[in-house]
């Protein structure tokens, strides 16, 4: 599976929308992206995944970039239970057998 | 509730104990993952079950032994750990069969205190 990267960290206001960034370089053409986000001491949980179109939710949005080595998330308005640590993994369609990183800690601030 | 049930939440061994993690899905998926999540380390998946059989194991130590007995079940046995294998361990479940692969569930996971 091809390496993302994202920031460590991000703060975001309270009912403002938090963009989360995700590179994805080496990403071959059949591969995903996906998103998973891990709340304080529990499982993470599945939020959006990919290929090239962009794709919506009732949790979040996901842009792809045109050359697919990138992405972001979006969540429209962000509540204090959006608090989280985010992870962008590429991989094969239903392969869950899933690389996470090190991810993004995404604050939200009342 | 995601439908992925651990027990115990929380266990605290002795280094020459056994004991055994135990994850339960109802989802009707039949593939079963356990990953390991250590203090400021990432997820790392430690065994990948699919139709009851073992298709993945990450170069696990043996003193850690899963168990698949139907597509619901999976046991992690554990026995002689030692101090550094205190982490959170995690259960998830998927369905794998052409075009309904679905994404994965996790449990709350288990926290595992060696002593």
């Known amino acids: 599976d091809a390496k993302t990267t994202q920031p460590t960290s991000m703060d975001c206001a309270e009912g403002r929308a938090a963009n989360l960034p995700c590179n994805h370089s080496?990403?071959?053409?059949?591969?995903?992206v996906y998103w998973y986000r891990q709340i304080h001491s529990q499982g993470p949980q599945y939020i959006i995944h990919?290929?090239?179109n962009n794709e919506t939710n009732e949790m979040a949005s996901l842009i792809i970039t045109e050359d697919r080595k990138s992405s972001t998330l979006i969540l429209p308005h962000a509540t204090l239970r959006d608090t989280a640590v985010y992870y962008c993994?590429?991989?094969?369609?239903?392969?869950?057998?899933?690389?996470f990183g090190t991810g993004t800690r995404l604050t939200i601030i009342p | 509730e995601t439908g992925v049930t651990q027990t115990p939440r929380h266990l605290v061994m002795g280094m020459t104990n056994k004991k055994s993690l135990k994850c339960e899905q109802h989802?009707?998926?039949?593939?079963m993952y356990w990953y390991k999540q250590s203090a400021k380390k990432p997820l790392e998946l430690m065994f990948v079950?699919?139709?009851?059989?073992?298709?993945e194991n990450n170069s696990v130590p043996s003193r850690f032994s899963p168990e698949c007995p139907n597509s619901s079940h999976l046991f992690l046995h554990l026995h002689t750990l030692q101090p550094e294998d205190s982490a959170l361990y995690l259960c998830?479940?998927?369905?794998?069969?052409?075009?309904?692969?679905?994404?994965?569930?996790f449990g709350q996971g288990t926290r595992l205190t060696v002593v």
């Open positions: 998830a479940s998927s369905q794998e069969s052409g075009d309904m692969n679905t994404e994965a569930f």
């Open positions: 080496t990403i071959s053409g059949n591969e995903y």
């Open positions: 990919g290929l090239k």
């Open positions: 993994i590429v991989a094969y369609f239903g392969n869950e057998k899933l690389t």
């Open positions: 989802l009707g998926h039949n593939a």
């Open positions: 079950y699919n139709f009851k059989e073992q298709t």
